[in-house]
């Protein structure tokens, strides 16, 4: 029997159209420490709800890094927006560089902005340095300034470039 999801309080739920399979795949591929975990089946029973054939996905647990979840094959009524997105936290520009590009094959490029990218199921990433958040949450507003400057001059995050407008003093 697979393993369960039970050591975690609150589980994030994907809802996928009908690539539930193809997407858990993708994500538990990338990222260390993931599995694919139980698979739950529509039946007949509710066709007349879910119009979904009977032995199609219906929910597929699995980790990604440790990290519980679970994904629906819910159909199209529901999409990915920008509203909820996924922080990748990365120790250093290797990490951001290999984050990056797996997460963005098949994605949306008009999408990659500040560190945020969408992935080709249409679900948000933000691809970051562990190290930006001690340098937005610094005392020093000026020090905040350059970096958000440096930001929104970014696609995928660089990390030198962060650390030099955090370090830099005005002339």
Known sequence: MAKKITSQRITPCLWFDKEVEEAVKFYTGIFPNSSIGRISYYTKEGFEIHHMPEGTVLTVEFTLDGQEFMALNGGPLFRFNEAVSFVVNCEN??????????LRVGGDPKSEQC????????????????QLGDMMTDKDINRVNRVMAAIFKMKKMDLRALEEAYASVPA
């Open 93 to 102: 520009q290797e990490e951001i560089d290999y984050y990056w590009e797996k």
């Open 115 to 130: 560190g945020w990218l969408k992935d080709q199921f249409g679900l948000s990433w933000q691809v970051v340095p562990v």
